[in-house]
């Protein structure tokens, strides 16, 4: 006799919208790359987010400068783990005014705009190899 496999629960999770931008710094390398520089933010957005978890610490929006460029922001919805936000909230917004994007930008932003650095530099080294066939 087999026994009945359990389902597996995943974990509650909770969808936020995010909105996401390069940093001011970063503006000049994009418009260099090659690249269309929103491809290169969704890209950069991709990677952050795909083993990021989601704390249960606020962490401030970081004060950088963020590029004014619209036409490059990144928008998508995330899911992330519900207690997380429970207590982002609990601690941080027990109104539940702001905007759920707001409690987790400062986590999160961090690790796109390194995404966005580290894609430029594979740019940039990939350009700067010669390459087989390839006539200068």
Excluded at 50 to 72: D, H, M, Y
Excluded at 94 to 115: C, F, M, N, Y
């Amino acid at each position: 006799m087999v026994s009945p496999t359990r389902p597996r629960r995943s974990p509650a999770t909770r969808k936020i919208d995010i909105r996401v931008n390069a940093l001011e710094r970063q503006e000049e390398a994009l418009i260099d790359c090659g690249v269309d520089p929103a491809h290169v933010i969704r890209a950069a957005l991709r990677r952050a987010v795909k083993n990021w978890e989601l704390g249960s610490e606020f962490v401030p929006p970081a004060e950088e400068q963020r590029t004014r460029i619209t036409e490059w922001r990144a928008r998508t919805s995330l899911a992330v783990d519900a207690g997380a936000v429970t207590t982002l909230l609990r601690a941080h917004d027990p109104l539940d005014v702001l905007s759920k994007w707001t409690l987790i930008r400062g986590q999160l932003e961090p690790r796109i705009w390194a995404e966005i650095d580290a894609i430029l530099a594979e740019i940039a080294a990939h350009a700067a190899v010669p390459h087989d066939g390839e006539v200068s």
